[in-house]
């Protein structure tokens, strides 16, 4: 065993000694690879860690300390009925808004609470597929046959991949199934409606943060409306956290008071001495959460409020450097693309076009495979899979992937696989891949 190990030791050693030693340094691709990488990593960390998921981390932890176990298993547990857990998984992600990523510590957090494999998945799935504004915004921009197709193909997607998952490992869920009939669920400690109120606050906040601009031509509509007034919904909603910290977790009013002092001065002092408006918001949230943080882990009244903090920490440590990890490889690979940004990675991106014109088997399978290892910030893959029909992509593969692109990415693919192992994550990535691309075969018959 001792042996085993030193001799893995040295083949790491000997891979980075030789990926160092020849560095091609020389080549223009190569070091395009590395301002590509830089670019992804330095945006990710401006726009999607403290407004996604710093908020995400906490919210998981009010899944994994507040709500109590007998919810999550009375709507999504092993002995759930079917039609309730899986509508409720599909249903989530149209609320939820989020990302491959920004799914990521709700998905652990309600399948470490006992979820059944099958509406876990659903969820894990729907969250980032299923949002009422990519669906919207691919509607306007991509044309009504689009938006209609992804729509039906997501939510088919996820409770049917969710229902093969669940056949797959029905001796698994069965154990699970009797395991949790004898389970004795102690009483909730708060009324549900207290706990969904401070929930759900926590959600809107992270919906309302996150809100993308609409079409360039649309000024009238509800969602222009939002997106320009989203900051004071933001920080009403942050107030109504305010009050619920206070009057349902029971934190000293001084305390909560001091934190909401403090994040509205830092607000006033971003807007004044920020230059850069973009990074205005994260100044106010990062001073929130650190608020949070402290008027949490001081408490003394209520030991969970300080688990709660310490929950979201945990999601944190477990899920950020394999998120890390996974965006440094796909900047590297396959570059990195945002807003009006487009840097090639190693491989040639004039490849990827090439590989999914037109709408054979081959062009809708590879498109669904790149898009299952891209990562795609919520709502960027609309005006991203725009540019790519620009340039000649078939419109088969490019359903396959916004079927298969939003839902995965290499950096998911490496949290999941610390959840509920390989051999889960291949097959869960495989089905998403193979339903992606007979989708988009079947959608570029007729369209």
């Known amino acids: 065993m001792e042996t085993k190990k030193e001799l893995k030791i040295l083949l790491w050693m000997v891979v980075i000694f030789a990926a160092v030693f020849f560095m091609p340094l020389g080549s223009e691709r190569f070091m395009t690879a590395i301002d590509a990488t830089l670019d992804l990593a330095k945006w990710y960390a401006q726009e999607h860690v403290v407004m996604c998921l710093l908020p995400a981390f906490f919210i998981a932890g009010v899944i994994a300390v507040f709500i109590s176990q007998g919810a999550v298993l ?3 547990g092993a002995n759930a009925k079917k039609w309730l857990s899986y509508t409720v998984a599909a249903v989530s992600g149209a609320i939820l808004a989020v990302c491959s990523c920004t799914i990521l510590p709700l998905f652990t957090s309600i399948y470490k609470r006992g979820a059944g494999l099958g509406p876990a998945i659903a969820f894990l799935y729907s969250g980032p597929a299923i949002s009422i504004l990519s669906i919207i915004l691919t509607w306007r921009i991509l044309g009504t046959e689009m938006g209609v197709a992804r729509m039906i193909g997501a939510i088919t997607f996820s409770v049917i991949i969710g229902l093969i998952m669940s056949f797959i490992y029905r001796k698994e869920e069965k154990a699970k199934k009797e395991e949790q009939m004898n389970i004795t669920v102690p009483p909730a400690k708060r009324p549900m409606s207290k706990t969904m109120l401070h929930f759900f606050t926590l959600v809107f906040i992270l919906v309302f943060a996150n809100w993308g601009a609409p ?5 009238s509509s509800i969602w222009f409306y939002i997106f320009t007034n989203k900051w004071y919904i933001t920080g009403a909603l942050s107030l109504l956290l305010a009050y619920s910290l206070i009057a349902i977790l029971k934190i000293k009013w001084q305390w909560v008071l001091a934190g909401v002092l403090a994040t509205g001065l830092s607000a006033f002092l971003a807007f004044q001495f920020v230059p850069n408006p973009k990074l205005v918001p994260l100044v106010p949230m990062i001073v929130g959460i650190a608020a949070l943080s402290l008027v949490t882990l001081f408490d003394k009244r209520d030991v969970e409020n300080k688990e709660w903090t310490l929950s979201a920490w945990g999601f944190a440590k477990q899920i950020i450097p394999l998120l890390a990890i996974g965006v440094i490889t796909a900047g590297f690979l396959l570059g990195s693309t945002h807003e009006d940004t487009a840097i090639a990675g190693v491989i040639p991106n004039e490849w990827i076009e090439w590989a999914v014109g037109g709408n054979s088997l081959l062009s809708n399978f590879f498109a669904s495979f790149t898009g299952a ?3 795609f910030a919520t709502l960027t893959e609309v005006p991203i899979i725009q540019g790519l029909l620009a340039s000649g992509m078939g419109k ?3 359903l ?6 939003p839902s995965l990415s290499l950096p998911n693919m490496l949290v999941i696989r610390g959840v509920m192992g390989t051999q889960k994550t291949a097959i869960y990535v495989a089905l998403v891949i193979i339903m992606a691309t007979i989708s988009g ?3 570029g018959t007729f369209f």
């Open 373 to 375: 290892f891209m990562y």
């Open 441 to 443: 075969l079947v959608y």
């Open 396 to 398: 088969g593969p490019a």
């Open 400 to 405: 396959a992937l916004l079927l298969a692109g």
């Open 74 to 76: 009375k709507y999504f």
């Open 215 to 219: 079409a360039a031509d649309d000024t």
